[in-house]
């Protein structure tokens, strides 16, 4: 009987004793070093790029794409993939960018732990950059020209902005820039967007200011804040001034300014849906924001951050409903218990 075994490098650098060879002339069930290997490196780039969160980037391009009244197509599909590439651009960047203090912080991540080299991870946010800007320079120059700020306000937050008082105000830019990328790949114009675009970057810029205090916790400031910015917001998507409009031309021009039955009807369904997603924009954020305001301690404030990301899903399909992309709009929040379920395996704060 013959047992051979050797050291080969596990996740974080520390050696695992792998079976090779036979053991009473039957074959070893512990696989090799490298195959075992696999998931667990998987698992660690999935960590630093934070996949959950994926499922919220989408939504950008689709709302920017109904926000100027145009219907998704090919060009969509790439701003898509654009904003994909650039998003985890940027969390490669962050990760690499933040080593030495996550290294204090949170050694358990996986550049400080030695499951990633800086240097792959590095490489890994110069590539997706990219890709991004390559994906965008197809969807035509308009997307481009809208990708090129995209991808320098990112490399800007993670390298410079991030730890000073404009760090929350990039993040929001970023998001909304993130949105102005579907409308101009799709019609070219970014115009007609950038009201939504003002308001999801309202939202990222309230998520982000709660992030910085997520590690060591802080005051109760910045969720409270974030609370009655999620109220704003709400009120802001759900009020519809084209009523008032309807009602004021009514009075001046007489019967004749009535907008036909039919229109009004058409217009019930879109303000039921847009309600209801808001609602349920406002059922994601409410609870943790509200218990990071009594208490914000890094658990909590972890959970309202994470929470504050999710919810940025309702919020695009709101948006989107609120353009009249009904379909798109439901699309986008089908999303949203996806990213749940994967945020349980794979954190995305």
Known sequence: MRRRERRCGGSGGTGETCNEGHV??????????????????GRAWAELLRLPALFSVPGD???G???AGAPPNARTLLAIGSSLCLYEAGMALNDWADREVD??????????????????????????TGAG??????AGRPALAVAAPLAATVWAYDLTLKHTPAGPVAMGAARGLDLLLGAAATTGRTRPALSSAALLGTHTLAVTTVSRQEARGGSSLAPLAALATTALLTRVVTHRPSDHRGAAAHGLLGPRAT???????????????TTALAAAYVAATARPYFHATLNPSPPLTQRAVGAGI?????????LTARSKGTATALLIAALAPLGARFAKKVSVT
């Open 24 to 41: 009473g002339g039957t074959a070893s069930s512990t696989p090799p070093c490298g195959r075992a290997d696999r998931p667990a490196r």
């Open 61 to 63: 391009a689709l709302a």
């Open 65 to 67: 794409t109904a926000a």
């Open 103 to 128: 290294a204090v912080e949170r050694p358990h991540r996986p550049l400080p732990s030695g499951r990633i080299r800086p240097a792959a991870a590095l490489t890994a946010a110069c590539a997706l």
């Open 133 to 138: 800007l390559a994906l965008a320079a197809r």
């Open 259 to 273: 907008p036909p039955p039919g229109a009004a009807l058409g217009r019930k369904p879109t303000a039921h849906l």
């Open 310 to 318: 999710r919810a940025t899903i309702p919020l695009q399909a709101t």
